[in-house]
DNA sequence: AATGAATGAGATTTCATTCAT
DNA sequence: CATGAATGAAATCTCATTCAT
């Protein structure tokens, strides 16, 4: 009935190292499965495969997230809130329209980003998880929504400088941009990397800031 | 492309005609296929619901395809000719870089062929179907890289004849015209229909011809 | 397109040989899990052991039972509908409620149809199987009230005809009467069969109706 | 009976206290377990929701009980004894068969102890927990032979004493009238309470003693 | 003693594929 | 040819039990 009275520290400190240890265990988990997912897809990804390369049991991957579409949802929580956070910042500096998407197409494009990002927009567009999620929660949450309103605010911002050519939607400057953040959906149709990041950011960049007719053409 | 035409007649009219009857049958398959691969993807279609819609029995699907995977490879062969096919006729044509690639991203926003090239674009990039073939076949077939090497040579055409802005790699141009042609991905991102598929070539062109920056700031 | 036109008879020959082997198939899936069921109970019984039982596949007890849950309550329904069935024919005969009643005793207590009510009250009493039913269905059928309602119904016409005593509730009438006919619920604790079916009816309705006080102490 | 009474004073005050404390302890979760198991039934009761319920880990069930059917065993032989001392103190007094027997039923109508008796009763005739108690035990213990002694003895010298009716066999007695002590099995079959324990007492009193035929017509 | 994370056997359910009719 | 019942491998999820801390 008197416990953990006096020395709240030490409870604070006990429960704060499990629950560290728990963090690391579920992160663990995600990174596995982020990488089992990306390997195979939403179904061909089992819960038994994680596990083995976790090195832990079936059961264990229960204890720290209810069911399959949960671990994915955490997983595309994770890379979306990374994603927003990363993009919210570079809205916020006093750039040009055309520098912050360059810095968002960067960070796309950069390492471990990179693959994360990947997984994060092929999860956005796959039918199988938008169906569940849709089925067994009621959407796909509100960062993707956020998301889209960072960008925008950038577009329009750029617009509203004179920045951007204001005679193209909004929305179809928002769907372009995005689609330029995950090209590599299509590198099985070409092959290994020829093109760093930084020179693909120049390049892309390039492509829909100012197009890719030849500039002596441009009229 | 010169088949069944010159043959005798009594048996060949008749197995002209059984062939073509299952023909026809195959293909009415392949189109509810195609309709439920495109609502539910690759897994949450059953040969089940795809007979039931076609109003066979499930047996007879497998008289048509001798697999699931067979199926989507039937489709994704179909549609992965008829883009190559209308490719390359573009590619034929005396039009300049930029006419002939708007004219394929026209034809692939263009009503049924739109959606076609929907469930082409995301087969292209599913990666449970991915693994399937190269597991079952070996490789996604040559189409894909046909249909690569035509844009490619519209790409370097256009490059050659000064059209086309030359210091940027055709891979990188390739991938991310490649990459326009599926902007739905993002719809449920964004919601309905505010643009007609006519403007949205336009717009579309504008952006990967000439960039979104506004034409006034364009040094 | 001209199929089964000029006989009809072949075809409804033909589905109704095949309806009534799905029914001569679900028919001994249901004895299976009937046996299964009153040996084990709900949760003990297990799809495979009814699949096993009856020599076929798992995956075709699925093809006649959506779900465990769906066989119960098919089963539930055959018992409480004989049931049902066999006490509205009892209570159309122009008997005293005494000899209706005990009809409906002997019937339960009769070989086959003992077994069969034995699991239907095991059923209906059973928390696993009400709450899965109430969960997933939204209660236990109809067939349940409309038994109480022909017993009630009995009860009540016994009292009206100055036959039962009108001083105690029908409710409580009712309950003590359904308790009468599980009496093997009891078996375990006591043993062996002493008393044979027609023997338990006699006695049990003398309790029933006359009370086990002796006739000389009756006041 | 006589434990821990005259033993030395530290040692045994210090451990008779933790000794009792491990009693409270056990009482406690023995209570929650009672209650979990008369909502959810045997397997769809969790150590994990008894020990949530109690306020304690589950680690913490295993150290007071070996196995979740110790839990039930203890649970029932708490009940048992309980019932059964009841039992036989009422059989110790002079008062007549009926008085007797009315006395166990007012006992096990009445308020926490009905419901206990009510649990006891479930256990009693659950099949699962039968067989799970026949194959880890090899039967349900002995106080339900003793239990069913001691009112076969009350029900005999009811006989002998020329106040029952000896000509029912005394099993089919026993039978029945156990059958009396559980009548809210059938409640959701009729609904909520309409009658109090007292009353139900004397309706069922009545029933098994004197019959449900209306007394003008008793012959 | 108490905890609760970890385990893994086992249950339900789905569905591509086969094959006798 | 067409059918659709049957199969059984495989996947998700649960939970009694153990055990290191």
Redesign the interface.
Known sequence: MVQNQVEPAATTARSSLKERQRQERADLILQMAEAVL???????TTIDEIAARVGIAKGTVYLHFPSKIDLVVALFDRDANSFLEFAQQVAQTGDSA?VKLEHILRHTYEGMRGKRTQLFM?L?????V??ELIEKRGG?GEQ??SL?RVIEAILEAG?AA?????T??T??????F???L??R??E???GGE??SPEE?VR??G?????????????S
Chains 1, 2, 3, 4 share one sequence.
Do not use: C, W
């Open positions: 990306s390997e195979k897809g939403y179904h061909d055309r092929a956005l567009s796959s039918t199988s938008r169906n796909m993707v929504t889209a617009k004179g920045q951007l050519d204001a193209i939607p929305p179809v400057l928002l769907r372009t995005l689609g330029l995950s090209p959906s299509f099985p149709l070409i020829q093109v693909l390049y892309v390039r492509i829909y800031f100012q197009g890719i007719l030849s500039p002596t053409s441009q």
